[in-house]
Each structure stands twice: as C-alpha cells, then as structure tokens.
C-alpha cells in the first residue's frame, strides 16, 4: 500500500508545530478594568506610593511616643478622608482621637488602639504603656512603593491584578490583543438548532452542535468569536466561506467535519487552495496519531491577493484548524491545538494546558493502536480543594500518592458521545495497549477545565452578542456581518466590506421593524416611491423609511461638499419586535454606525419611540427643536447649511428649517451615536430636513458631536 499522503504525527508534535506558527498578536492599550483575562506587554510599575500618607491602622488616639506613658487631652479627631493638616500643630501631652486609615498628623508618631485607653472624661485619656515610634501607623509606601513595579509583563490579570492596579492609580492595560477567531462547521446533513427552519431534519439531517459548543471555547479562551455558520460538503462553498473569513481579517479559522478520508470530505484539498483563485495554503499535519481526532488538520493560508500583501505581512498569515467532526473529537482537539496556539497569540507564556498526576478510580482499557485522551472528572481526598481544613505539624512538605486527586472516568468514550465531555476536567494521557490501566495507578492527565467548574449541570451554550467596543476596530466584510449575525441581526448591505467595526464609520443603520410577517411582493413594488407618505394600514412604514434614508444619502452623496465622506446605508431587521428586544438591535446596530434610523412598525412608532428611549444612554426625544434652533456650540445647522453652501436662498433655507426640521424626529445617543426614530407620517421630509442636516454637517463637527 502506497504511504498516506498526511503521516500521523504525534500529538506533542503536533501542539509544538502549532505553537511553533502561533505568533504575539500586536500590543494595544486598553483601559484596565476590561483587561480581566488578558496577558500584560509591559510591567506596570507604581506611580505614586500607598499609602500615600502615614496611616493609622487602629481606631484610637494619635500620640507622641514620648508622652506615652501618660494622660493627654483630647484636643480634636482625625478621620478618614478629612486632610492631613487638620491637626497641624498641638501641644505635648495633647492627642487627637483617629480611626483606621486617617492620616496621622504631623506632630504624632504612633496610634495608641481604642481598647488599651482609660477614657477619664470626655477630655482626657489614661495611657499606661509605653509605645515605639511608628506603633500601629502604615507608613507612606509601606504597601506599595513609589515606582515599584506592581505586576510584570507576561502576568494574567485577574480580579486581585485589576484591584492592584486600581490601588495604585493605574487605569491602562498594554495587552496584546485578543485573537479573532472565526468558526464554521461543514456537512450536508447539519441544521441548526437555533434556527427557525428546522423541518429539514426529519430528512437524515442532525443538529449542529459543535458550531456552538466551540464559539462558546473560543470565548471562553479569551478569542473574539465570530460565526461563520453551516458549509455544505463542497468545495467551491467551502472554498467562498474560507476566503470570506480571510476577508473578514481573523487570525484563526476553524472548521469541523469533512478532514477524513470520506468522498465528501473536500476540506483539506480546500486548505491548499486548490479551488481558489485568492489563497493559496500548507497543511502542516493531517493526521495525528491520537484517539479522539486522527484526522486533525492544521494548515496555514495566505493570500494570493496583492492588496493584501501588506496586511498579510502584518498578520503574517491565518491559521486554520479543520477539527474532525465528530463532537467529541472536536473538543478535545480544541482544547488540546486550538487553544494554546489562542494563547500564545493573547502573550500567555505557558499557553499549553496544565500538567497533573492522578489516581484512576477504575480500570480503563487501553486502545490498541492509538494513545487516548480519557475523559474524566477528578475528586480530592479529605484534605483537598473539598475537605475539611487540617494542620499537622508533622506533616509538612509530605506529598504523596494519596493527596492526589482520584480520576473517575465520565463513562463510554466513542468520540460522538459528547456526553463523555460533560463534568470532564482532565484528559488522562493513556498510551496505546494492549491492555489495561488499573484502578489506584496514577496517570498523567492534561486540565481541560478549572477542578470543580466541570461537574454537575451541563453547561448552557451562551452565544453573547459580539458588539465590539468602540476602542476595537474590527475591518468589516464577513466578519463584521458574522458579528452582526452573532447579535441576532439580519444585517443587508450591498458593500459590506466598507464596514469598520468601532471606527463609527459614515454608515447609517436602518433598524426596520415589523411586527407582523414581512411584506409580500406586490405590498413591495408598490414601496418603490420612497417619498410616499406611509399609510396607516400596517408595516409597510419600515419600507418607507429605510427608501427615504436611501433617497436621501444618495443625494447627499451626489453633492458631498467633503469628498472623503460618503454616506452608506446598511438595513439592520429585527423581526417580531418587542419594545427590549429593539433596543437591543439598537445597540447593537449603534456598535457599527454612526447614526441609526428606527423604522417604526406601524403608523404610531410609538414602541420604537420607546425603544430609543430604553436603548439610549442619553438624548432627547425633540431632536427637531434643537435642530431648527440651532442653539448647540458648534452645531449650528443653520450655519453649516449656509457654510456648506447649498443651492438654494437663505430665504429657502430659513423656512425649510423652521418648518421641517426633524418634523418629529425623536433622536438620542447610543454608545457615540446618534440614534433617531422616524416618524412613518412625511418620513421622506423628515430625514431629509432632519437627518440630511447632520449628513452635511462638516466632519470635525460631527466627531466632536455630543448631542
Ligand atoms: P466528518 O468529520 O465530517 O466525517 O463527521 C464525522 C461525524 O460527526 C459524522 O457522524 C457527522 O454527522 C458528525 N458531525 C459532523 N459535524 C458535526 C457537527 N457540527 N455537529 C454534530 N455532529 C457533527
Ligand atoms: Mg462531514
């Protein structure tokens, strides 16, 4: 039999590759409150000390040590928070009443504790010890010093990290930044369970788990996850979706299903570009000797794209992980491939799973030809992370075999019972047989979850909407509709990728809303007019604002005075609204626009009135009478109408905006954007004298725009 064109390697072998093709995302600066799970770029050292004045550590008395023994009039109290010259001066034998974290004045050198003082009266005190200079006081620094360096570069903030931080007046993170990884998962017979058509599998189709199950690991792993959806088995849809996700600008692909040795399994002749014009591919393994996941492939891409060069050499190239399709096969080569090489890419330095050691609860038999990533759970004897406390001083440093943890392995292992990954912590790495491991041996085993976080319920898959933060920009194209799709969007746009996630680009999101079905083709082609005037008889006034707006950026864009500045329409939908669930699309649509236009429902618009009003941070619901005054610094649209010089007399202008401004509009911001609401009555007169205004409006106004 000829050699198989892909070896099976190793599995160590295949992690060190990986890792050997996984490469520090770039450093950004983050503020430090959303860098929990991030890796730190650079020490952080501290700028000022801390305490950063003497400190009393009791409730009690300010003394001068060399009147102590002795009685001492109170002549005054400090407390925390009041400055540290209230008690600038006092005379020998006098003292100030302290409480814990007061600054302790200038003349006293020690804090005589509460509970060790004769209260005579009211006026004096009875001290019958003697105390040392610097008695129950913190001196400035002695928790942190000036300059000191707090945490170090390659550090993992946690919660303890960011409360450092915070003490010392620290509020930027330089991070790398978090790798963008993309999932999709490949097979003609998957449906997913999310989505509304599900007749289809009555006909031999199954759902599709694994899609999920690792967008929520990519999360997890501290990735930017973005979802790519379902690939037929074929190699030009399969090849489509690859070069979207390289449009999309992530760092790693990965797919499930169709890496075998199946006449539909296409994906790793897809890897090596062979049925693409735009990349061009390596595989570097596709085969590992390891049991679940033989089939495992790792291929990196580029792109023959010369556009693109400049960013592929920033980005160096894409990695793409085709997981075997089998649920469990997935997992575990995820947790085993995937995520380390997402961590070296985050700037963990240790990015591979941990290393421990346990007792089997029970023989397992061993697979003839392949080593075995076991599942199982682990328990500590008494004593351990669940006993009860102990101290025995004859049993120091003593560490043996029964301190380990015991192994009880999660149950049959065939790699589509996902089951078998339920309450799994570990992989034990069980070599290939013949025969067995026994119970009470103890066996290697990789950490797949924090001990004690895996078992008991099944963890729920939550898909949280990926609206990116404005500091994160995020180039458009099928990863800003996947993060889009992630909200639970249905996001048109002819030109998508003109999108910049974050960068509040001169798109303007159209949110229509419909709460009864969509329209039917004749209601449809009788929407072509966008100046229409909506009727009162149901959901057509969505059609109508979303033309108007269309109308009125194409004419804005025909007469754009700054020639950098052209104005795109995206219609974001929300079916079967309520009042919350379109106040979400608002944010999320307010996460890539610059301004977003509420199509209300019906007539009255009175729920999407509502919902602008929920989803806005702040705003106001008469953007017209702002608009026709022009009252804003800076915003005078008066003025910038006469100043963008357009054709028509001041006259005209005038009574356009006294009589039409906003003509309704209710507006607010959300997340640095302008949310508005379009009345459906006159909508096409509205945006055009509301919305068009601000169009115009010179682009160093708009950035500096707070409504
Ligand atoms: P494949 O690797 O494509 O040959 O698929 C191996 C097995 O995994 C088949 O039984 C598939 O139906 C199943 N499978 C593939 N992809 C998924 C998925 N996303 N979710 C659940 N099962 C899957
Ligand atoms: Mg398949």
């Given at each position: 039999m000829a050699p198989h064109r892909y070896p099976m390697i190793p599995m160590p072998e295949a992690i060190d590759m990986v890792l050997s093709r996984s490469v520090q995302l770039p450093i950004e600066t983050v503020p430090f409150r959303d860098a929990v799970g991030k890796v730190l770029a650079s020490d952080v050292n501290a700028p000022r000390p801390h305490p950063p004045f003497p400190a009393s550590i009791m409730d009690g008395y300010a003394v001068r040590s060399q009147d102590c023994p002795g009685v001492l009039r109170i002549v005054g109290a400090a407390r925390a928070g009041a400055p540290h010259d209230v008690h600038g001066a006092t005379d020998l034998n006098q003292t100030v009443y302290i409480t814990t974290g007061a600054p302790v004045p200038s003349w006293a050198d020690a804090v005589v504790p509460i509970e060790r003082i004769e209260l005579e009266n009211n006026e004096h005190i009875n001290i019958d010890a003697a105390y040392k200079k610097g008695a129950n006081v913190r001196a400035i620094g002695s928790d942190i010093k000036m300059n000191e360096t707090l945490l170090q570069a390659g550090d993992v903030i946690g919660p303890h990290e960011l409360g450092i931080a915070a003490l010392a007046g620290v509020v930027t993170a330089n991070t790398h930044r978090a790798p963008r990884l993309a999932v999709l998962s490949t097979g003609d017979e998957l449906v997913d369970p999310f989505s509304d058509k599900k007749t289809e599998i009555e006909k031999g189709s199954i759902y599709d788990a694994n899609r999920y199950m690792l967008l929520s690991c990519a999360e997890e792993c501290g990735c930017v996850a973005s979802d790519l959806g379902i690939v037929k088995d074929d190699p030009i849809a399969l090849t489509k979706s690859i070069e979207e996700a390289l449009d999309g600008d992530c760092d790693i692909i990965v797919c499930s299903g169709g890496v075998s040795e199946g006449d539909k399994d296409f994906l790793k002749r897809v890897l090596l570009g062979e049925f693409s014009d735009t990349f061009e591919g390596v595989i570097h393994f596709g085969r590992v000797m390891m049991k679940p996941g033989k089939p495992l492939t790792f291929a990196e891409l580029t792109t023959k794209d010369s556009k693109r060069v400049e960013e592929i050499q920033k980005m160096k190239t894409t990695l793409v992980f085709g997981l075997p399709g089998n649920p469990v096969s997935a997992a575990v080569t995820f947790?085993?491939?995937?995520?380390?090489?997402?961590?070296?890419?985050?700037?963990?330095?240790?990015?591979?799973?941990?290393?421990?050691?346990?007792?089997?609860?029970?023989?397992?038999?061993?697979?003839?030809?392949?080593?075995?990533?076991?599942?199982?759970?682990?328990?500590?004897?008494?004593?351990?992370?669940?006993?009860?406390?102990?101290?025995?001083?004859?049993?120091?440093?003593?560490?043996?075999?029964?301190?380990?943890?015991?192994?009880?392995?999660?149950?049959?292992?065939?790699?589509?019972?996902?089951?078998?990954?339920?309450?799994?912590?570990?992989?034990?790495?069980?070599?290939?047989?013949?025969?067995?491991?026994?119970?009470?041996?103890?066996?290697?085993?990789?950490?797949?979850?924090?001990?004690?976080?895996?078992?008991?319920?099944?963890?729920?898959?939550?898909?949280?909407?990926?609206?990116?933060?404005?500091?994160?920009?995020?180039?458009?194209?099928?990863?800003?509709?996947?993060?889009?799709?992630?909200?639970?969007?249905?996001?048109?746009?002819?030109?998508?990728?003109?999108?910049?996630?974050?960068?509040?680009?001169?798109?303007?999101?159209?949110?229509?809303?419909?709460?009864?079905?969509?329209?039917?083709?004749?209601?449809?082609?009788?929407?072509?007019?966008?100046?229409?005037?909506?009727?009162?008889?149901?959901?057509?006034?969505?059609?109508?604002?979303?033309?108007?707006?269309?109308?009125?950026?194409?004419?804005?864009?025909?007469?754009?005075?700054?020639?950098?500045?052209?104005?795109?329409?995206?219609?974001?939908?929300?079916?079967?609204?309520?009042?919350?669930?379109?106040?979400?699309?608002?944010?999320?649509?307010?996460?890539?626009?610059?301004?977003?236009?509420?199509?209300?429902?019906?007539?009255?618009?009175?729920?999407?009135?509502?919902?602008?009003?929920?989803?806005?941070?702040?705003?106001?619901?008469?953007?017209?009478?702002?608009?026709?005054?022009?009252?804003?610094?800076?915003?005078?649209?008066?003025?910038?109408?006469?100043?963008?010089?357009?054709?028509?007399?001041?006259?005209?202008?005038?009574?356009?905006?006294?009589?039409?401004?906003?003509?309704?509009?209710?507006?607010g911001q959300v997340n640095g954007c302008v949310v508005c609401s379009a009345p459906p009555r006159n909508s096409y007169n509205a945006i055009k004298n509301g919305i068009e205004r601000m169009l115009l409006v010179p682009r160093e106004k708009w950035e500096g725009l707070v409504l």
């Open positions: 947790a085993l491939c995937v995520k380390p090489a997402a961590r070296r890419m985050a700037g963990h330095t240790d990015p591979k799973p941990r290393r421990i050691h346990a007792t089997l609860a029970s023989d397992i038999t061993l697979d003839n030809e392949r080593p075995e990533y076991h599942r199982a759970s682990l328990e500590w004897p008494s004593g351990g992370s669940s006993g009860s406390w102990s101290y025995n001083s004859s049993d120091t440093n003593k560490s043996t075999d029964t301190n380990l943890p015991t192994a009880t392995s999660t149950g049959r292992q065939i790699s589509s019972r996902l089951k078998s990954m339920r309450g799994a912590e570990v992989l034990l790495e069980l070599p290939s047989g013949p025969g067995f491991v026994r119970k009470g041996q103890v066996v290697s085993g990789l950490v797949i979850r924090e001990p004690g976080s895996g078992g008991g319920e099944m963890q729920m898959v939550r898909i949280r909407a990926a609206v990116t933060p404005p500091v994160l920009t995020l180039n458009g194209g099928v990863l800003g509709q996947t993060v889009a799709k992630a909200a639970g969007l249905h996001v048109n746009s002819k030109d998508s990728s003109e999108w910049k996630f974050g960068k509040k680009p001169n798109t303007i999101a159209v949110v229509t809303h419909r709460f009864v079905g969509a329209l039917s083709t004749e209601e449809q082609s009788q929407e072509s007019d966008g100046a229409r005037v909506a009727t009162d008889e149901g959901n057509d006034s969505a059609d109508v604002v979303l033309d108007a707006t269309m109308k009125v950026v194409v004419s804005v864009n025909s007469r754009a005075l700054e020639s950098n500045i052209t104005w795109k329409v995206v219609e974001v939908r929300a079916d079967h609204g309520t009042s919350q669930t379109l106040s979400n699309t608002i944010r999320a649509a307010a996460a890539f626009s610059s301004i977003v236009v509420i199509a209300p429902s019906g007539p009255g618009g009175v729920s999407s009135q509502a919902a602008v009003v929920t989803a806005m941070d702040y705003g106001f619901p008469g953007l017209a009478d702002r608009m026709r005054n022009g009252h804003r610094e800076g915003f005078d649209v008066n003025d910038s109408l006469k100043n963008n010089e357009l054709n028509q007399s001041q006259t005209d202008l005038k009574t356009l905006a006294d009589e039409h401004a906003g003509c309704g509009i209710g507006a």
